[in-house]
């Protein structure tokens, strides 16, 4: 299929495709969320409106517990009416510069995927984190996520598969481009 990129990293099959996150059968998604997980526009509204209310519930919950949810950082609710179980949330940086942007894009990938195999699951499906309104350019969010991403399941995962699920077909170029790079 030309709409779809397949690879292997260890154990796990990473797969690159053009669709909804939102509509992924997978044990979780992530949200790229805001700090304060109060819901916005973008992915965060299509995963809260799909969802229902309970999600928006326990992201409260976690706030008057925690505080806001740092840049980089991740934590999970139930998934409400998804067909995935969980969310994982996360926030990406809001970009300013490559220097300060990419460690923290980075590390909200790897936060995302280890609090999935903390939670046990064997499947994980990604949005383009911080490449909507929070402005980081495709071009260089696709190698860093993609970095982060093969860096982690080549160090040894139990996940089986890993989702980056691209909206449009530009950022399916964008990633698929960084693939053709990265992965041999
Ligand atoms: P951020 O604030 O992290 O930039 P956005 O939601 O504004 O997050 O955008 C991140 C990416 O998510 C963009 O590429 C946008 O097109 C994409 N996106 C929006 N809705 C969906 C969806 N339902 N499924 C997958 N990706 C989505």
Redesign the pocket.
């Known amino acids: 299929m030309a709409d779809q990129v397949t690879s292997r990293i260890g154990q796990t099959k990473l797969v690159i495709l053009i669709?909804?996150?939102?509509k992924q059968k997978t044990d979780a998604i992530v949200n790229?969320a805001?700090s304060s997980l109060r819901g916005?526009?973008?992915?965060?509204?299509?995963?809260h409106r799909v969802g229902g209310p309970s999600i928006k519930e326990e992201c409260q919950e976690y706030v008057s517990e925690h505080g806001a949810l740092p840049p980089g950082k991740a934590m999970w609710t139930h998934g409400g009416n998804l067909p995935a179980r969980y969310v994982i949330h996360t926030v990406?940086p809001i970009y300013k510069s490559e220097e300060g942007s990419a460690p923290v894009l980075r590390s909200a990938y790897e936060e995302s995927l280890k609090l999935a195999e903390e939670l046990n699951l064997k499947s994980l499906s990604f949005?383009?984190?911080?490449?909507?309104?929070?402005?980081?350019p495709?071009e260089a969010a696709a190698p860093v996520a993609l970095r982060a991403i093969i860096d982690y399941l080549r160090e040894g995962s139990r996940l089986e598969l890993v989702q980056l699920?691209?909206?449009?077909k530009d950022?399916f170029d964008a990633y698929k481009e960084a693939s053709e790079k990265l992965v041999e």
Do not use: K
């Open positions: 669709g909804d996150v939102t790229a805001n916005g526009g973008g992915v965060d509204g299509a995963i990406g949005p383009s984190i911080s490449t909507g309104a929070y402005g980081y495709l699920v691209c909206f449009a950022t």
